[in-house]
């Protein structure tokens, strides 16, 4: 059965300093995707990140970059020069059978609560 | 730009009572819409999700029911709310494609009294 995992219930981190948020996956498919949000206190979910499972390269976006290892299925997201501002919770998400328009679900981790120190 | 909006806010309803939440897209056409609701402290679960004018798919068995009236709107709505329909519920879009990203409204918390 698809499923994430988030073992972090929470973490710091000092302001400026890089930190790696930890994401495993199961899934029997070859074609999946991985996604990461952020959500604030105010609740709304903020896509970071994308990576698929036949991409090559580790995605990265800004600050965000995807630590992707298919034969271990992980894919952690780590933010480099930590601000303030990205203190919130994070989930990683995985969607399976990759398929054009296919409008399929998203499973959620629990989620990480990351906070920034000045 | 694409946007999408979620109503209301917040929401304090007793047991028994209806519900009806709405959500619409601006910016884009034949959206896949969403609906997913999150616990407190938890992650996200799919409800319902459209890919087209009265199309819908449910997720999970419960009381609560969608719909998909015109292209952009996105309906969840309740006959008779349970306290456990409490929690936080969120509507999303994608524009299909092989990615398929899911971006999220503002959601709408649901007390049920």
């Known amino acids: 059965a698809q499923k994430i995992t988030q073992t972090q219930p929470g973490m710091f981190v000092q302001e400026k300093e890089a930190v790696t948020l930890d994401c495993t996956y199961d899934t029997s498919d070859q074609s999946y995707g991985l996604f990461w949000y952020k959500q604030p206190s105010s609740g709304e979910m903020i896509f970071l990140i994308y990576?698929?499972?036949?991409?090559?390269q580790n995605a990265t976006e800004g600050r965000y970059s995807l630590n992707f290892q298919k034969a271990r299925k992980s894919a952690n997201l780590v933010i480099s020069a930590s601000q303030l501002g990205d203190s919130a919770m994070y989930f990683c998400a995985m969607r399976e059978s990759l398929s054009y328009n296919q409008g399929g679900k998203l499973i959620f981790g629990q989620g990480t609560e990351l906070s920034v120190k000045p | 730009s694409q946007t999408i909006h979620q109503w209301p806010a917040t929401l304090v309803q007793p047991v028994g009572s209806p519900l009806s939440l709405e959500c619409t897209v601006e910016?884009?056409?034949?959206?896949?819409l969403y609906w997913y609701r999150q616990a407190a402290g938890r992650g996200l679960q799919l409800l319902f999700y459209?890919?087209?004018?009265?199309?819908i798919s449910s997720e999970v068995p419960q009381n609560l029911s969608a719909s998909r009236p015109q292209d952009r709107q996105f309906i969840l709505s309740s006959k008779k709310l349970l306290l456990s329909d409490s929690g936080f519920y969120l509507c999303?879009?994608?524009?299909?494609?092989?990615?398929?990203?899911?971006?999220f409204g503002p959601g709408t918390r649901l007390t049920v009294l």
């Open positions: 999303a879009w994608s524009v299909g494609g092989f990615t398929d990203t899911q971006y």
């Open positions: 990576q698929g499972s036949y991409d090559e």
């Open positions: 459209s890919v087209g004018i009265g199309q």
């Open positions: 910016g884009t056409s034949n959206p896949n």
